[in-house]
């Protein structure tokens, strides 16, 4: 099975712009996280989405969010960037179960200058 | 307190020897434990999942739990200089899916 894919596989945005990033999971995978990973603050959980339902968010601010198609495919966005928004975003695979090992993708490592 | 937490290390080890991490959680209704690898400049990839109290061993890897310490260890036997990495600690609390990470610890493995 192929693996995770994100794209892009890195970003550099100016303050105050929008960016979009792009996660397709294995093949049957229902259900996709992402996470944010900065050296300061380690791996964080940003929200998960299931059969294109949000089921779970983490403690980010509003200018975070998130969707997810019908064939599985989630893209992320985040408005308004500030500096402390660089850092490496990842997506998580999983079938979608409670307990379900999750299968990361290779990243986008998004700079904010 | 973290929720979970890790030695930071850095911990080196020569090559064969037993690398030895820990982790230990504060919530009690965690019910899998994950450890992840990461190299440098890559993302975390998945080496064991554990979900019982005991041991599970895959290769050169054995994950322990238990739960009544709330602790879970991975012994990486025959250390070798390509297990030099971030070793992640993560948890799935509850019925929740997000996985709560340790701060990892750096391991080196001395050729």
């Known amino acids: 099975k192929a693996g995770v894919t994100q794209t892009p596989r890195y970003l550099i945005k100016t303050r105050g712009q929008q960016v979009t990033l792009s996660c397709s999971p294995i093949?049957?995978?229902?259900?996709v996280s992402w996470y944010q990973q900065t050296p300061g603050q380690g791996l964080q959980f940003l929200f998960e989405?299931?059969?294109?339902?949000?089921?779970n968010k983490g403690n980010f601010p509003g200018r975070f969010s998130g969707r997810q198609f019908s064939n599985s495919r989630s893209e992320m966005n985040v408005s308004t960037l500030e500096l402390g928004d660089s850092a490496l975003y990842l997506c998580?695979?999983?079938?979608?179960?409670?307990?379900?090992?999750?299968?990361f993708g290779p990243g986008t490592r998004l700079t904010v200058l | 307190q973290k929720e979970v937490e890790q030695n930071s290390g850095p911990l080196s080890v020569p090559e064969g020897a037993i690398a030895s991490l820990n982790c230990t959680y504060s919530?009690?209704?965690?019910?899998?434990f994950f450890w992840y690898r990461q190299y440098s400049g890559k993302s975390p990839e998945l080496i064991m999942s554990?979900?019982?109290?005991g041991d599970k061993e895959d290769g050169r890897f054995t994950a322990q739990l238990n739960k009544a310490s709330q602790y879970v260890s991975l012994l990486i036997r025959d250390s070798q200089p390509s297990d030099s990495a971030t070793y992640l600690c993560?948890?799935?609390?509850?019925?929740?899916?997000?996985?709560?990470f340790g701060s990892g610890t750096q391991l080196t493995v001395l050729p």
């Open positions: 993560a948890v799935i609390r509850g019925s929740a899916r997000q996985l709560t």
């Open positions: 998580a695979s999983s079938p979608g179960l409670a307990r379900d090992e999750q299968f």
């Open positions: 919530d009690r209704g965690s019910q899998s």
């Open positions: 554990i979900y019982s109290n």
């Open positions: 989405y299931f059969s294109e339902t949000q089921r």
């Open positions: 093949s049957g995978h229902r259900s």
